[in-house]
């Protein structure tokens, strides 16, 4: 079992619309949660990253929450943009000594016109 | 913000050759830098990662001969796949963690290697 778990592993929505992702972990000693924008063929981009006191963190049209104590995390877009189709990437950072990140899998999101 | 330039974007090359991926960070010292393959439409697997002036650490099932990496400095690590197979064809990223604690990962651009 993956100690991050995103859902939905994909979605397709339309354009104009909102969405929302979530991301759930058990990994720990918790340091930081990032969610990253990955266009194919290209790198992660960060959108959001968020320490163990932070519940809400916005960036534009994306906004991201965390609730340390559930262990669960969320990215809302709002009015999505043909754009937005990406692969959505949650990682946690736990801190044993050094800093070490975990992967989810991602979800993958398409808008359509 | 913090940048991680990877080169190049893409190659292709013949089976057997060697292949050099360079990630340098522009404008933070990366003490730790990670190496990632990813497969279509599949998340990124960790490969290993490097330390600056130490020998890297490989994940499980990944050849440190075939996939040398070497992290000489705190601005460059390198990635060469070693006598190239098709089966190492994937898209290859780097992320580096400057020493700002708590700051995360930065990402570069990627590498799609494509073996003919």
């Known amino acids: 079992k993956n100690q991050v778990e995103q859902s939905p592993q994909s979605l397709i929505i339309l354009e104009g619309k909102n969405c929302t992702l979530q991301?759930?972990?058990?990994?720990?000693?918790?340091?930081?949660l990032r969610w990253y924008k990955q266009d194919t063929g290209r790198g992660p981009v960060s959108l959001t990253i968020?320490?163990?006191?932070?519940n809400t963190k916005s960036n534009g049209r994306y906004t991201a929450t965390l609730d340390a104590d559930t262990k669960q995390s969320s990215l809302h877009i709002t009015a999505s943009q043909l754009s937005d189709s990406a692969s959505y990437i949650c990682v946690v950072t736990i801190r044993r000594g050094s800093y070490i990140p975990t992967f989810g899998r991602g979800t993958s999101l398409i808008v359509h016109p | 913000g913090a940048v991680v330039s990877q080169h190049p974007s893409w190659v292709i090359c013949k089976s057997g050759t060697s292949v050099k991926i360079e990630c340098r960070s522009l404008?933070?010292?990366?003490?730790?830098m990670f190496w990632y393959r990813q497969f279509p439409k599949q998340s990124l697997m960790l490969m290993a990662t490097s330390n600056e002036g130490s020998k890297a650490t490989y994940e499980q099932g990944v050849e440190k001969d075939k996939f040398l990496i070497n992290h000489a400095s705190l601005t460059l690590s390198t990635l060469t796949v070693t006598s190239a197979h098709p089966e190492d064809s994937s898209f290859y990223i780097c992320s580096a963690r400057d020493r700002t604690e708590g700051s995360g990962y930065t990402f570069g651009s990627g590498t799609r290697l494509t073996v003919v």
């Open positions: 968020m320490t163990f006191s932070e």
């Open positions: 404008d933070f010292q990366a003490t730790t």
């Open positions: 991301c759930n972990y058990t990994v720990s000693p918790f340091s930081n």
